[in-house]
């Protein structure tokens, strides 16, 4: 969804809202179009919320302050200031924006997260998180975490857990599991016992062997050699992975 | 003593809820229980003829939800048991007839009524039929099959239940072979709570006597042959929901002991 508001600014829906890009448009400029075509697009942007890209610009508090009355008067809520200048990303960090794509960029200390995934783009910041559940994932349930996923339960045939990270299964995996969905190579899946329909790990697929599996082995899966392998768990292969 | 209302349902079809439904309200009939069944599978009945009764109906349960008749006209009374009734469903009709607050309603006049036991049938599939089935359920019962494909429709069905907040659901696994089991050909009554981790109610051991009664529209339950194994496997069913603790029937007892002993250390 590409929306011209006029010949520099441009709108782009983005998982998270909409991402406005001022392009060669000066501040002044930038405010006048936006005071313009708010009011024209108010059924468009009412209720959404909104990054904006400001390029090389350099902009103090007041002046976001200022874009931020501007979209809240039209009912548009700015959570996200993009900037290549450090002073204006300093200054929308100070007023509790994000400075980047993909919800909020800092931990609870303040400091800016790693990103683990380069591949990252804008994502749904409630999926952001990493998810402990502790019930049995039946047949038809689907879960999906940004970051990893712990089960404390079976996984049952017929259910997938999808995860941007590592998942954990502490119970009997038999499901589909999908670890490092963002196309991370060093996540793992491990399992009490792994007996499962189908491993990803990034962009590799394993079928597991014929022979069923009954007796309670902790086994971990990960890419070895650019292959899903599984190895039944023992402390030294945590070293291996890390 | 209140009303109890349970859903016998299954996800999968053709597993035997019907059958299931026809001998469990029989058998808690037999216990001089006054009990309702209710054919919740608009337009594919069935349990009327299960349990004889096809030939009585008059009314059914989408005429008492649009009101056409009173809930007392559309209640069969069957033949053989003083307090056994039946509201078969519509024939003419689909899903879409009944809603799930219609049958919320139906139940509590049924609870008025007295009944100590409401039965309802649900149809397969996890679609409206299925929520109608369950929203009314005070309790609810899995059919399931020794089959693969049967097992994971009862876990999505289960999964389900959890989620409606109706659970946990109880289980009855149908047309267990016990000779194809000790062959390791059928999945055993472990492999399926294995997977399904939910308590088991009943245990139906396949037997020609189930078809023929449901065939005549004599629900096996009802046969006044005792000890005979699916006979007493419903029976004892009705006393499981009554709260009695009642051994499962050895499915296993036909094979020597020796057999036996070792299927143990082969299954472990």
Request: a negative charge.
């Amino acid at each position: 969804m590409i929306q011209q508001m006029s010949e520099q600014l441009q709108i782009k829906g983005v998982n998270d809202g909409l991402l406005i890009s001022l392009g060669s448009l000066t501040y002044a400029e930038f405010l006048n179009q936006l005071n313009k075509t708010l009011p024209e697009k108010q059924a468009f942007f009412q209720g959404s919320r909104v990054a904006i890209d400001v390029g090389p610009m350099k902009l103090n508090g007041r002046h976001i302050a200022e874009i931020s009355t501007t979209l809240t008067q039209y009912g548009v809520e700015l959570w996200s200031i993009l900037s290549d200048h450090e002073d204006t990303r300093e200054a929308a960090r100070k007023m509790d924006l994000g400075t980047r794509l993909g919800g909020s960029q800092t931990d609870l200390d303040g400091k800016p997260l790693q990103t683990r995934h380069k591949t990252q783009t804008a994502v749904n910041p409630s999926l952001q998180e990493d998810l402990i559940i502790k019930e049995t994932i039946r047949s038809g349930k689907s879960i999906y975490a940004d970051g990893s996923i712990v089960i404390i339960g079976d996984v049952n045939p017929g259910a997938e857990l999808i995860a941007g990270g590592d998942v954990i299964v502490w119970g009997r995996l038999r499901g589909l599991v999908h670890a490092g969905a963002k196309g991370d190579q060093a996540a793992i899946i491990c399992a009490l016992v792994l007996n499962p329909t189908q491993l990803r790990i990034a962009d590799k697929i394993a079928i597991a062997p014929d022979e069923k599996q009954t007796a309670v082995i902790p086994e971990q899966a990960t890419i070895t050699k650019g292959q899903i392998v599984a190895e039944p768990w023992q402390p030294k292969s945590i070293s291996k992975t890390s | 003593m209140s009303t109890t209302v349970i859903t016998i349902t299954s996800g999968k079809g053709g597993v035997g809820k019907t059958t299931i439904t026809a001998n469990l309200a029989s058998a808690l009939a037999m216990q001089n229980k006054k009990v309702v069944a209710i054919d919740a599978d608009i337009g594919l009945r069935n349990l009327d003829v299960v349990m004889g009764l096809e030939n009585r109906i008059v009314y059914d349960l989408v005429d008492v939800i649009e009101g056409r008749c009173r809930l007392r006209q559309a209640m069969i009374k069957d033949k053989r048991q003083a307090e056994l009734y039946l509201i078969p469903a519509a024939q003419t009709r689909d899903k879409t007839a009944v809603s799930p607050s219609d049958m919320m309603l139906v139940c509590n006049q049924l609870r008025d009524e007295g009944m100590d036991y409401i039965i309802i049938d649900s149809p397969a599939g996890i679609e409206r039929g299925f929520k109608n089935a369950i929203t009314p359920a005070d309790r609810v019962i899995v059919v399931t099959n020794p089959e693969v494909s049967a097992v994971r429709d009862a876990d999505r069905i289960i999964g389900m239940i959890e989620a409606e907040e109706k659970g946990p659901a109880k289980l009855i696994i149908n047309r267990i072979k016990p000779a194809m089991v000790d062959r390791g050909e059928m999945l055993s009554v472990d492999d399926v709570i294995d997977i399904l981790a939910v308590d088991i109610i009943g245990i139906i051991p396949e037997d020609e006597s189930i078809l023929i009664g449901s065939n005549r529209g004599t629900p096996v339950a009802m046969s006044s042959v005792n000890g005979q194994s699916a006979s007493q496997a419903f029976k004892n069913i009705a006393q499981r929901v009554e709260g009695h603790n009642i051994p499962f029937i050895d499915l296993t007892a036909k094979t020597s002991l020796l057999d036996r002993v070792s299927g143990f250390f082969s299954r472990s």
